[in-house]
């Protein structure tokens, strides 16, 4: 399983453009992929923490706990980090 995890805030353009993002990527993965990422959403209000340590680069994307990216997420950068945890994780 690959967890992704999104870390934003409500009313936050740039992490509702992330969250598409991320839905159009999974979309387009290959049914196998796209069933073993669980998907979770933070959020920096709810978390001191994630408040201190990403309040100015959100959105974040972590995959497997690893900053992936923060402020913009690109689909092919995405897709291609999703595929290449699920190699690794069938290898």
């Known amino acids: 399983m690959t967890a992704l995890t999104l870390i934003g805030k409500p009313d936050c353009h740039l992490c509702d453009v992330a969250r598409d993002v991320i839905d159009?990527?999974?979309?387009?993965?290959?049914?196998?992929v796209a069933d073993a990422v669980e998907v979770r959403e933070a959020s920096i209000q709810d978390d001191?923490?994630?408040?201190?340590?990403?309040?100015?680069?959100?959105?974040?994307?972590?995959?497997?706990?690893?900053?992936?990216?923060?402020?913009?997420?690109?689909?092919d950068r995405l897709r291609a980090a999703l595929l290449d945890a699920a190699a690794t994780q069938t290898a």
Do not use: N
């Open 24 to 32: 159009q990527v999974l979309a387009e993965l290959p049914d196998d």
């Open 48 to 75: 001191p923490a994630l408040f201190d340590q990403w309040w100015e680069k959100i959105p974040v994307v972590l995959i497997d706990d690893r900053l992936h990216g923060h402020w913009r997420v690109a689909p």
